[in-house]
């Protein structure tokens, strides 16, 4: 009786022992499949969502008013309709110091369990800025925390334009819901003889991992086919569509037939077949950034589309899931643009051009009109004085005489100040001495004006400037000067030319006053803006820094060779 009593003991702890040891295998195969299943989805969720809308948020409380930020609160209500299990939908951003905050969730505006774009999430868990620094999706807890306890699912939101991840998708899955199924699963094959059953037991495995499989590719489905963007999957080695989204046979014109009798190739230009040979070599496992690309639709129309794949195992082929952004109309603007910008330039070379030409205009009708009229009238003046000292009582004229020497001197003065202003409309130093001589000549005066020491420096041996080039570079130097004059307070101006890799520099360096770029509200001043006009004409760049009370440096970069093409200079 012992012996037999001993040996059911022993039978019946071996027995549970297996059937515990069995279960929780099953178990920790289901969390397993689970945890695929929900990474899955959850990466799936994530292609779902509109980067377009995304990129629009700013995190705040403003975005309450946004159009994209309820457009992507419908969309995450709607994917969290898909499974009962499902509890909350939501995605995230992460600030530079690590803090994670709320973009949008599913909860319509003011219910209790939502929370308002922009609010902090100090229970995090620290998997979210895992996600956001590797781009790899996962499935964190199940946990608790101040909401509740759940599972949650985190996956990278990447921005199809630069390939960075931008945000985190996360929805949460019940905790109780998680653990029923693992146990109801696990369960099966307590108080079964194992021995007896094992056999069962993998057949219904089976059927159970059927079942999840089917109802996981049910949901991959959904997904896939309600995107709003274009979506298709092509074998990795005959690069033939395997299955297309509505979306996409609206956008390309193919009916769903006629799409998946075609190839990859079949959709591109002749130009980029070659290319797409190339990309498909160098496609890894995981998700890749495939850059730009373009398509030709059924009826020949070109259309630009950016691409985002990971691979998929569908049915039973080595596949990419690709995720299909149309940006032909960005494309279209920037080219808009790229044109907008050259007739700009043009028009900013013709204003130029046309003030030049009106300052010589000027300048002459001065030099030819005002100047021979002061001097006709100071000979005048001479002649009228000799004739009073001649026909004049000496007593007499000794009182008027004081007066013509005042109006003879005031003449003076006034041809001065025209050939002054001339000199200004029209630097004729330019054609006398060259952009070298004329800045020493000016900076000269200027010294002798306004009191400030100048310095001018050339590194560059038999400076070469055709006419326009030194016209436009003393016009800046001028603007400068005059500015230093106004605001800079400053007892020295260093001037250098240097040349850097075929490219002229011309630094204007002062000591004075200096200022702070951000306050000081003289970026739209017309002075700036003339020499930035300038500049561009030179297709060079102008560069300002300044600190207060540490004087400020203005600087122009243009292409230099030493070798000059004489062009026209609107000076007669």
């Known amino acids: 009786m012992n012996l037999k009593f001993k040996t059911k003991i022993t039978l019946i702890s071996i027995s549970l022992i297996l059937t515990f040891l069995l279960s929780w295998l099953v178990g920790s195969i289901t969390d397993r499949e689970m945890r695929n299943d929900f990474t899955e989805e959850t990466q799936i969720c994530a292609n779902c969502v509109d980067v377009t809308h995304l990129k629009k948020l700013t995190g705040t409380l403003a975005d309450l008013k946004s159009p994209d930020y309820l457009q992507l609160k419908q969309q995450l209500a709607s994917i969290r309709k898909v499974d009962k299990d499902l509890y909350f939908a939501y995605i995230m951003g992460i600030k530079k110091n690590g803090k994670v905050f709320f973009y949008v969730d599913d909860r319509p505006d003011g219910h209790p369990e939502g929370s308002p774009p922009g609010s902090p999430y100090d229970e995090a868990p620290k ?210 643009l790229k044109s907008s910008k050259e007739q700009l330039r043009k028009f900013a070379s013709h204003l130029q051009s046309v003030r030049e030409e009106e300052k010589v205009a000027l300048a002459r009708e001065i030099h030819d009109d005002l100047g021979q009229i002061f001097v006709a009238l100071k000979i005048d003046m001479g002649l009228l004085k000799q004739k009073v000292m001649k026909t004049t009582p000496s007593a007499e004229s000794m009182e008027i005489l004081p007066e013509f020497d005042d109006i003879i001197n005031l003449i003076d003065y006034t041809i001065k100040t025209a050939r002054r202003i001339m000199n200004g409309l029209r630097p004729e130093l330019l054609e006398i001495h060259g952009f070298e001589g004329a800045t020493k000549e000016y900076l000269r005066k200027f010294e002798r004006r306004h009191a400030v020491i100048c310095e001018f420096t050339c590194d560059i041996p038999y400076l070469k400037l055709d006419p326009q080039q030194s016209l436009s570079l003393f016009r800046i130097l001028q603007e400068t000067m005059n500015n230093i004059a106004k605001h800079a307070n400053a007892t020295r101006v260093n001037i250098h030319l240097k040349n850097r890799e075929e490219t002229l520099w011309m630094e204007i360096i002062d000591d004075g006053v200096g200022f702070d770029k951000r306050k000081s509200g003289r970026e739209d001043s017309y002075g700036l803006i003339g020499m930035q006009e300038r500049v561009v004409l030179l297709e060079g760049k102008l560069n300002i820094t300044s600190k207060v009370g540490q004087g400020t440096t203005v600087r122009v970069e243009m292409p230099y060779s030493g070798r000059t093409e004489i062009k026209p200079l609107p000076i007669p």
């Open 127 to 336: 998997e979210f800025n895992r996600v956001m620094q590797t781009g790899i999706p996962l499935v964190e807890g199940p946990s608790a925390d101040s909401w509740g306890s759940y599972a949650s699912g985190c996956a990278p939101i990447v921005d199809p334009k630069t390939g960075k991840v931008i945000a985190i998708f996360a929805i949460d899955y019940i905790t109780r819901s998680w653990y029923w199924t693992i146990i109801s699963r696990a369960a099966l094959p307590v108080g079964l003889i194992i021995a007896l059953v094992s056999g069962i037991f993998l057949v219904l495995i089976s059927k159970r991992r059927g079942k999840i499989i089917r109802s996981s590719e049910e949901k991959y489905r959904f997904m896939f086919h309600n995107n709003p963007q274009s979506n298709w999957i092509y074998d990795l080695e005959t690069l033939a569509f395997l299955e297309v989204n509505e979306t996409a046979t609206t956008l390309f014109g193919y009916s769903k037939e006629e799409f998946l009798s075609m190839t990859l190739k079949d959709i591109c230009t002749p130009e980029d077949k070659s290319l797409l040979a190339e990309n498909i070599k160098r496609i890894s496992n995981s998700y890749n950034k495939s850059g730009e690309w373009r398509h030709v639709k059924k009826n020949g129309e070109l259309i630009h589309v950016e691409i985002i794949s990971h691979s998929v195992l569908f049915h039973g082929r080595e596949s990419r899931h690709v995720l299909v952004h149309d940006i032909t109309e960005r494309k279209q603007t920037e080219l808009a």
